[in-house]
């Protein structure tokens, strides 16, 4: 009896202890790469961090806005209509809901009396002035790569900015999620707090690019699935995952679910813009990732960062091979039986006039519908998500304007148009239903679009000559 | 300087390249047959042809029609189709309000190019997108009708 409790014992440790260095082992990211690494100051391959040349000899203010873009601060730190930087974006969890804070130079409530030490401590260990932990919805584990003078460059930056009273919210968190002294343990485990590596048997813009991805720009943060301590699964790295309500896509080189048939170019273009002709235009989180970070890279960065996205190990996840050809020109063609006929009569009255029954919009690139990976993926998440949110996107070349839909339609009718755009201009059809939609609308209720006040939209697009002051009264 | 064409002409405007069509056609061009509805291409009171395609201009940027003609309400009249819908409009005296029917014309006159014999589901489908407030939408079907059975 003692022999087999003995075994038992044994195989639970074994388990347990192959469990927690199989976990381990996935922690870094940039372990894929293989070779040998060196600290930064050992390294002779050229710069890797940093602003790049352009700016070598900006003021520190400047570099400082250059990093704090790279490292992407303000689409978390910033809430739907508040002041940048302000905090109060709540992202929403299955255990609970976490506010981001004020990270402006205010005293009270902000980052003002923060000290240097105190300011590298949050960053790179995710610890509080006061000594308190953070959750790590703030990616410390990230921002562990970065340099000490990259993250004082960014605190340069953030101090220059106006100071705005914003207390933080009350996160809402279950127990045991709201024990912050908790995270202390997590972190041992999964902060490794280094500081980024070159990797020696690697290009100078390889570095470059791996120290954007993973030091500043935090990618895997959304694109990289979690492992049961929610930490990231590296053995999984940027083969995508849901956050926040979005499917972050595989970003890896496997050419039916990933990226792997995208030109260089298309994926220069996509980060740089967040559209690619043939691809679509990025839509909400990626959307602000494009518009508050990545459209601010110098052209070096961003194609250092393609040709380190290039290098991750292909991962087959579960998607199709997108569609690249159009739907049929007639409504009546391109059918799919079995479909609720409410998505096509919506999609007629609402969708058509712009997105067309081809799904190649007549109006704009960023509306074409074919060959869009978020109409390939037969859950239709980010379908049903850009329904809900709409788009509104400021980019170089204008802006980039979608209604939400969210509040004039409901989940059955969402859930209906979803499945009818991914069936007629996809490889496969969702099946979603009302209480998916309702699920989505939960697991989003904080993006900037689904806050505008519908009062807000047509305004700032009146043509002169019908504004509403003017005496003409159009709805008369 | 941007250089358009417009009900066959060629026009010149001067107006940034993420400015609505519809504010160029309006406000830069005077053509103001062309509605402005809702502002965020769900009504179809703006629609015009832009490379034979109904578009809302609302939502079109000037910049991004490039070479592709475009034909307003103004201009629809010079086209075998454009005539026919018009000719039907009177007869079936479609409007009540009248603030739609640009809108209306245009896309029907769109649905006759690509499909001169639409059935009903055909004009809805293609008819869908074009709001009437004043509920004319009887009469809209009947006189797509009336003028595809008119003779070229």
């Known amino acids: ?476 | 300087m941007l250089t358009l064409t417009i009900n066959g002409q060629s026009r010149q405007v001067d107006a940034p390249d993420d400015m609505p069509l519809l504010w160029v056609l309006r406000d830069h061009l005077n053509l103001v047959g062309t509605k402005y509805g809702c502002g965020i291409a769900q009504c179809g009171v703006c629609t015009v042809h832009v490379g034979g395609k109904p578009v809302r201009s609302c939502q079109l940027a000037v910049g991004d029609v490039g070479t592709r003609a475009v034909v307003t309400i103004e201009g629809i009249g010079n086209t075998p189709n454009g005539a026919k819908v018009q000719q039907a409009w009177m007869e079936d005296t479609v409007p009540q309000c009248g603030y739609c029917q640009a809108g209306q014309i245009m896309s029907a006159t769109a649905l006759l190019d690509g499909n001169p014999h639409p059935d009903d589901s055909d004009i809805d489908a293609a008819m869908a997108g074009n709001l009437c407030r004043c509920g004319t939408y009887i009469r809209i079907r009947r006189a797509i009708k009336n003028a595809a059975a008119k003779s070229a």
Request: charged share 15%; proline share 7%.
């Open chain 1, 1 to 476: 009896m003692k022999k087999i409790i003995g075994i038992i014992g044994a195989g639970i440790f074994f388990v347990a202890f192959g469990f927690a260095g199989w976990t381990f082992l996935g922690r870094d990211p940039m372990s894929f790469a293989g070779g040998s690494t060196v600290a930064l100051a050992d390294y002779k391959g050229g710069d890797i961090t940093g602003v790049p040349k352009e700016l070598a000899s900006a003021d520190p203010v400047k570099r400082g806005e250059y990093l704090t873009h790279a490292a992407d601060c303000q689409a978390c730190h910033t809430a739907p209509g508040g002041a940048p930087y302000a905090g109060g974006f709540a992202f929403n969890m299955p255990f609970g809901t976490i506010y981001s804070t004020n990270i402006t130079p205010d005293k009270q409530t902000g980052i003002g009396n923060y000290t240097d030490a105190q300011f590298l401590a949050a960053v790179h260990k995710g610890i509080r002035a006061d000594g308190e932990k953070l959750y790590p919805a703030m990616p410390y584990t990230s921002y562990s790569l970065m340099t000490d003078d990259d993250a004082l460059a960014i605190k340069a930056y953030l101090f220059t900015l106006a100071p705005v009273h914003a207390p933080a919210k009350e996160n809402q968190l279950s127990w045991p999620f709201n024990q912050r002294a908790l995270l202390a343990l997590w972190d041992v485990v999964f902060n490794p707090d280094e500081r980024f590596r070159p990797n020696i048997g690697q290009s100078q813009p390889w570095n470059r690019g791996a120290y954007l991805a993973e030091a500043m720009g935090h990618c895997g943060e959304c694109h990289t699935p979690r492992n049961l301590a929610f930490a990231l699964n590296n053995h999984r790295k940027f083969s995508g995952a849901v956050t926040a309500g979005w499917r972050a896509y595989n970003i890896t080189g496997d050419k039916e679910s990933g990226i792997g048939d995208w030109s260089d170019e298309d994926v220069y273009l996509y980060l740089s813009t967040g559209h690619a002709n043939g691809h679509g235009g990025a839509a909400g989180p990626m959307g602000e990732a494009a518009d508050d970070s990545l459209s601010y890279l110098v052209p070096d960065d961003v194609h250092a960062l393609v040709a380190y996205l290039r290098s991750i190990p292909a991962q087959a996840s579960d998607l199709p091979r997108t569609v690249t050809t159009p739907a049929p020109a007639s409504y009546k063609e391109g059918v799919v039986a079995g479909f609720d006929p409410r998505g096509e009569k919506i999609f007629a009255g609402a969708c058509a006039s712009c997105h067309d029954w081809t799904g190649v919009s007549p109006v704009t690139g960023y509306a074409t519908l074919t060959g869009v990976r978020a109409v390939n993926d037969p859950s239709a998440t980010n379908v049903a998500q850009t329904v809900i949110n709409g788009v509104n996107r400021k980019t170089a070349e204008g802006k980039i304007f979608m209604p939400a839909f969210g509040e004039g339609y409901s989940d059955d009718d969402i859930a209906a148009v979803a499945n009818y755009v991914t069936a007629r201009f996809g490889a496969k059809g969702a099946h979603l239903t009302g209480s998916d939609v309702a699920n989505l609308r939960m697991q989003a209720t904080q993006l900037p679009n689904s806050q505008l006040p519908k009062s807000q939209l047509p305004k700032s697009q009146l043509p002169k000559s019908q504004a509403p002051e003017s005496q003409e009264a159009p709805h008369g």
